[in-house]
């Protein structure tokens, strides 16, 4: 069993930051991969970053969505198997409802169907 649970979120205004956080428990294995999307109300959920960090020496491959490259950084804690995004210079697009994912099952790590354990999702807002 996975559990996923976000914090961190809020209301910003813009060019402000907010850091999420998701916290995993769980088997060991399903840490090693993970991500954040995003969904805003009759839109389809958008991948946002990943990381993918491999077993044999814990380093770690990341990707971002073009739309926050540059603004928004990924990192993890290892040891309290929690998953960090910086989000900084912070837009009103960026408003929506932020989900953690973990365990990347194979094909496109940005399609939300490639993950298996989910959050519940947490709410940005960022005010212009």
């Known amino acids: 069993q996975v559990q996923l649970v976000e914090s961190g979120g809020g209301s910003v205004q813009a060019g402000g930051s907010l850091r999420l956080s998701c916290a995993a428990s769980?088997?060991?294995?399903?840490?090693?991969?993970m991500a954040w999307f995003r969904q805003v109300p009759g839109k389809e959920r958008e991948w946002v970053a990943r990381m993918n960090t491999a077993i044999a020496d814990l380093s770690a491959t990341i990707d971002y969505a073009s739309s926050v490259k540059g603004r928004f950084t990924l990192s993890q804690d290892n040891a309290k198997k929690t998953l960090y995004l910086d989000m900084n210079s912070l837009e009103p697009d960026d408003t929506a409802l932020y989900f953690c994912?973990?365990?990347?099952?194979?094909?496109?790590?940005?399609?939300?169907?490639?993950?298996?354990?989910w959050g519940e999702g947490i709410q940005v807002t960022v005010t212009s």
């Open positions: 994912a973990a365990r990347w099952t194979g094909g496109d790590w940005r399609a939300p169907e490639s993950w298996a354990y």
């Open positions: 769980g088997e060991m294995h399903n840490w090693y991969s």
